[in-house]
């Protein structure tokens, strides 16, 4: 087996080098089916192609590298790792990214030994949800969630992900191609944890027992334009001050009720000139919380208070609901085989909750999922600044090696599919 810690500064180094697939220059923004893309499916190829590793890119843009199993008789199924490869704008070089490179990793301390299943690296062509404001279109396709009014919705410049797709030289009628079939045995996702929990309890290694459930919405707040200077404050109809009013009220009440968080996260007013009352304001909403019906019921109670607020103003309000995922338990049997590699190499298993949301909650509708948490120095995420420790890669590395040798001699994980 390899040496976990210099596959750790290989990985470190690798992240770096697709940190400099971006949209722009001087920062990392890589959004879905952007150029930088193609480069990033390129490098990771590359670096599996000696492994004896095949690749291909689904028709939403996914990349997929298959790691043949042992030559056993009869048809063998597959185990998936991985995660996102797009960003957000500004980003870090380890969200997402690193469990891809960490799934290329595992494949290298393999060292040319095959197990009894395949392995299937994906790096998913969306998570973040950034260029057309609805997450995971990368992990939808592998469940068959990509619908015709998702794949209609289109990005500020009124390109529809179909549209995106075709562009990209991708053919949008091979969608449903994209689906894991039955021969998936489980998923499991590698990922900075991307909050301070790690850190304070002094732990490299977190096992995620399950992901918060999450809503996101769309308000539009509507009043009237008119002068700033000519229009007493009596008598105006302000959509972008009705929207502060209502935000305040989002903030309060997740203040007051335990583990809820809410975000009103962009704002967007019209016509957006200095001296014009606000006619329109467009702002956005994220609920999230482990339990779904005190989530549902503060989404519900925001529902009212805008309403309220704009019926008082004299205004009108409309809402959009963009997602609405409930929490997601990770497999029971594969959380316990991750606790157990966690101890193998070396570290006090912690069980945790994700507040953020994650390829594994969309996995998990049709295959057994788990996901391990790296470290976050300073719970720093989604801004340069973002890090990890090398020590707590290679201890992943070890955990995640520990996994699949547990996965392969355990006689609870079947090795074979159960359809020819």
């Given at each position: 087996?390899h040496?976990s810690?210099?596959?750790a500064?290989?990985?470190?180094?690798?992240?770096?080098?697709l940190a400099?697939?971006?949209e722009?220059?001087?920062?990392?923004?890589?959004?879905?089916?952007?150029?930088?893309?193609?480069?990033?499916?390129?490098?990771?190829?590359?670096?599996?192609?000696?492994?004896?590793?095949?690749?291909r890119?689904?028709a939403?843009g996914n990349?997929r590298?298959?790691?043949p199993?042992?030559?056993v008789?009869?048809?063998?199924?597959?185990?998936?790792?991985g995660s996102?490869?797009?960003?957000?704008?500004?980003?870090?070089?380890y969200?997402?990214?690193?469990?891809?490179?960490?799934?290329?990793?595992?494949l290298?301390?393999?060292?040319?030994?095959?197990?009894?299943?395949a392995?299937?690296?994906?790096?998913?062509?969306?998570?973040?949800?950034i260029r057309?404001?609805?997450?995971?279109i990368g992990?939808r396709?592998?469940?068959g969630?990509?619908?015709?009014?998702?794949l209609?919705?289109?990005?500020?410049?009124?390109?529809s992900?179909r549209?995106?797709?075709?562009?990209?030289g991708?053919?949008s009628?091979?969608?449903a191609?994209?689906?894991v079939?039955n021969?998936?045995?489980?998923?499991?996702e590698?990922?900075?944890?991307?909050g301070p929990?790690?850190?304070?309890?002094?732990?490299?290694?977190?096992v995620?027992?399950?992901i918060?459930?999450?809503?996101r919405l769309?308000f539009?707040?509507?009043?009237h334009?008119?002068?700033?200077?000519?229009?007493?404050?009596?008598?105006?109809?302000d959509?972008?001050?009705?929207?502060?009013?209502w935000?305040?009220?989002?903030?309060?009440?997740?203040?007051?009720?335990?583990?809820?968080?809410?975000?009103?996260?962009a704002?967007?007013?019209?016509?957006g000139?200095?001296?014009v009352?606000a006619?329109?304001t467009?702002?956005s909403l994220?609920?999230?919380h482990?339990n779904?019906?005190?989530?549902n019921?503060a989404?519900?109670?925001?529902?009212?208070?805008a309403?309220?607020?704009?019926r008082?103003?004299?205004?009108?309000v409309?809402?959009?609901?963009?997602?609405d995922q409930?929490?997601?338990p990770?497999d029971?049997?594969?959380?316990?085989q991750?606790e157990q590699?966690?101890?193998?190499?070396g570290?006090?298993?912690?069980?945790?909750?994700?507040g953020?949301?994650?390829?594994?909650m969309?996995l998990?509708?049709?295959?057994?999922?788990?996901?391990?948490?790296?470290r976050t120095?300073?719970?720093i995420?989604h801004?340069?600044?973002?890090?990890?420790?090398v020590g707590d890669?290679?201890?992943a590395?070890?955990?995640?090696?520990?996994?699949l040798?547990?996965?392969?001699?355990?006689?609870?994980?079947?090795?074979k599919t159960q359809?020819?």
């Open positions: 087996m040496d810690e210099a596959l500064h290989e990985v470190i180094a690798r992240c770096q080098t400099r697939f971006s722009d220059s001087g920062s990392i923004r890589r959004t879905f089916l952007s150029p930088p893309m193609r480069d990033c499916h390129r490098e990771i190829a590359g670096w599996l192609a000696p492994l004896g590793a095949t690749s890119v689904d939403v990349l590298i298959v790691y199993a042992a030559e008789e009869g048809p063998v199924s597959r185990l998936l790792i996102h490869l797009d960003t957000v704008p500004n980003a870090g070089p969200d997402g990214v690193l469990g891809v490179v960490l799934a290329v990793a595992l290298s301390a393999c060292n040319g030994r095959k197990l009894p299943f392995i299937e690296v994906i790096g998913f062509s969306e998570e973040e949800g057309f404001g609805t997450p995971f992990s396709a592998l469940i969630r990509l619908d015709e009014e998702l209609n919705r289109e990005d500020a410049q009124g390109i992900i549209q995106a797709i075709e562009k990209f991708l053919n009628a091979d969608i191609h994209a689906a079939q021969d998936a045995l489980g998923y499991v590698f990922h900075i944890e991307q929990v790690l850190e304070s309890v002094g732990r490299p290694l977190g995620v027992e399950a918060a459930g999450q809503s769309e539009t707040f509507e009043g334009a008119n002068h700033a200077g000519t229009t007493p404050m009596k008598l105006r109809h959509a972008l001050a009705a929207a502060a009013e935000i305040s009220a989002v903030e309060r009440r997740a203040q007051d009720t335990p583990g809820l968080v809410g975000t009103v996260g704002i967007q007013a019209k016509p000139a200095v001296n009352i006619a329109e467009l702002v994220d609920v999230r482990q779904d019906e005190t989530r019921t989404v519900s109670y925001f529902i009212r208070q309403d309220d607020i704009s008082r103003r004299a205004l009108r409309r809402s959009n609901v963009l997602m409930r929490a997601v990770m029971p049997f594969l959380v316990s991750v590699a966690v101890a193998s190499a570290c006090v298993p912690y069980r945790m909750m994700s953020a949301g994650h390829d594994a969309i998990a509708e049709k295959v057994r999922s788990a996901m391990i948490f790296l120095p300073g719970g995420s801004d340069p600044s973002e890090s990890v420790e890669v290679a201890k590395i070890e955990c995640g090696s520990c996994l040798e547990q996965l392969a001699s355990s006689t609870e994980f079947p090795r359809h020819a």
